[in-house]
């Protein structure tokens, strides 16, 4: 059973850093494309960020050059690293495999204060 759980979010002034975790469990993740998304209250879900099998990285535009997305295969999991946080950045992040079609982790709340 696949288990994907992030943690890492929190309260931060605008301007400041986090890093954001992806802890898997049934998958490895080394072996897929794994996308961060993010939803803001009322809003619909947004795609942040990209990692592909290879190391190869993408980025939303809103968050190009703030954002770095990276994965540790030892520990089976995958970061998001934000800086320069931004008060728009305010939502719940969530990780999820690209091809991975089952329940999505709980997620982590990252609220940015101007």
């Known amino acids: 059973q696949v288990q994907l759980v992030e943690s890492g979010g929190g309260l931060v002034q605008a301007g400041g850093s986090l890093r954001l975790s992806c802890a898997a469990s049934?998958?490895?993740?080394?072996?897929?494309?794994v996308d961060w998304y993010r939803q803001a209250s009322g809003k619909q879900r947004e795609w942040v960020a990209t990692?592909?099998?290879?190391?190869?990285?993408n980025y939303a535009h809103s968050v190009k050059g703030r954002f770095t997305i990276s994965r540790d295969s030892a520990k089976n999991t995958a970061y998001l690293q934000m800086t320069s946080l931004k008060p728009e950045d305010t939502g719940v992040y969530h990780c999820?495999?690209?091809?991975?079609?089952?329940?999505w982790g709980p997620g982590t709340q990252v609220t940015v204060s101007s």
């Open positions: 999820k495999p690209v091809h991975y079609s089952g329940s």
């Open positions: 990692i592909t099998h290879g190391g190869s990285t």
């Open positions: 049934g998958i490895i993740l080394s072996f897929q494309d």
